[in-house]
Each structure stands twice: as C-alpha cells, then as structure tokens.
T-cell receptor, first 113, second 116 residues
Framework: AAGVIQSPRHLIKEKRETATLKCYPI?????VYWYQQGPGQDPQFLIS???????DKGSIPDRFSAQQFSDYHSELNMSSLELGDSALYFC????????????FGPGTRLTVL | AQTVTQSQPEMSVQEAETVTLSCTYD???????LFWYKQPPSRQMILVIR??????QNATENRFSVNFQKAAKSFSLKISDSQLGDAAMYFC?????????????FGAGTRLFVKA
C-alpha cells in the first residue's frame, strides 16, 4: 500500500539559508500535518492543512510557512535557518472523513551547519 | 524496515474503568525506545510513557502502565481509573539511535473515547 512520501530524506543547509520540505500524502487523503522532532525531544506539532486550508497551528516559528496544493501535497518552507532548526521533520496524512488516524512519513532529516 | 502497528482505530472506556491500547512493532534491532504519546485536539504530542528496550521492567506513570513483551514485539498501554481528560488520540512510537542520528516510526493512532 502507498505510504506518505517525504522529500528529500536528508538535507544539509548553512545558517541563514532557506529550505523547502515536501510531503506527498497517501492517495485520497485530504489532511496533512507537519511535526518537528529534535534530538532527544518529543515531536512538536507545527501546522496542519485540510482541503488546502490551514486547519490547526502549533508551535511553528514565523520563519516557517507551509501550504497545501491542489494535488494535496504540502510544502514546508523554512527561511533564515538556525542551528536549532536541525531536526527530523515528519509529515502525516489522514482522511478527515474517517477520523483522525494519522499515517506518518519517514521524515526529512534537516541538518543546519 | 521497522514498522509500528496500532490495530485499534478507536477504543471506548467507561469512566473509572481500565482500558488497554495495543501496539506491535517490527524491528531487527535490539536497542531502541518505545513511547506512547497522547494527542488532544490541540494536536500537541504529550509524552505519556517511555520504555527502554533493554529494561525488562514495565514502565509505569501513575495511572498509565505498559505491558512490554520484547520477544513478541508488543507494547500495550494500560490506562487505569480512566478519566474524561484521558479522551484523546494515542500514538505509539518506536525510536532508535545510531551514529547517523535517530529515527522515529509512529503508529497511526488509536482514538480513545471516555464515557461518563
């Protein structure tokens, strides 16, 4: 069965650079969630989208923005990168009509040098 | 590849009773961590309990305890004396660390309803 796809899987950036992470949900899923997990930390909810509209907002820094496109894929844009942004970024998708089970992708490992 | 399976999309429990949420995982590694997270409507991920694979003793945190069966690769969460505030989505997660960093695999979640 198709799963959530995240790209790239690994990304290395310098401080103050920008990064774009992509998430491709499971086919027919209409909701996408973004989470950040730093080393030794619990996952932090960043933001979610339902039918291309922001549905919930968590602890997403102002330097980050995200959107969901007409094909339901989502992109997380991160600007002015800081060392502390180094983390695993997970995307999850769900079919809202079926409840809120979330199927997680493998994550993108971002390293900021 | 490692996988985490939560076979129960939803569970329901009467207030003050006990409920068990199941989680199974697959891995060939011997050293890892297992977690249960609670997610309320705010979408925060709140750590409920954590288990190190090398520890045979089951972790407990007040009303929350786990039944960790390493050979069976099972990690169920027992909630005793359920309270209305326990109603939430619960995620089981597996984490491993190596020289390349850490990796986390999440289950799809179990929604817990608590009836008054």
């Amino acid at each position: 069965a198709a799963g959530v796809i995240q790209s790239p899987r690994h990304l290395i950036k310098e401080k103050r650079e920008t990064a774009t992470l992509k998430c491709y949900p499971i086919p027919r899923h209409d909701t996408v969630y973004w989470y950040q997990q730093g080393p030794g930390q619990d996952p932090q909810f960043l933001i979610s989208f339902y039918e291309k509209m922001q549905s919930d907002k968590g602890s997403i820094p102002d330097r980050f923005s995200a959107q969901q496109f007409s094909d339901y894929h989502s992109e997380l844009n991160m600007s002015s990168l800081e060392l502390g942004d180094s983390a695993l970024y997970f995307c999850a998708s769900s079919l809202k009509a079926s409840g809120t089970r979330q199927f997680f992708g493998p994550g993108t490992r971002l390293t900021v040098l | 590849a490692q996988t985490v399976t939560q076979s129960q999309p939803e569970m329901s429990v009467q207030e003050a009773e006990t409920v068990t949420l199941s989680c199974t995982y697959d891995t060939s590694e011997s050293d890892y961590y297992l977690f249960w997270y609670k997610q309320p409507p705010s979408r925060q991920m709140i750590l409920v309990i954590r288990q190190e694979a090398y520890k045979q003793q089951n972790a407990t945190e007040n009303r929350f305890s786990v039944n960790f069966q390493k050979a069976a690769k099972s990690f169920s969460l027992k909630i005793s004396d359920s309270q209305l505030g326990d109603a939430a989505m619960y995620f089981c997660a597996y984490r491993t660390e190596n020289t390349g960093g850490f990796k986390t695999i999440f289950g799809a979640g179990t929604r817990l309803f608590v009836k008054a």
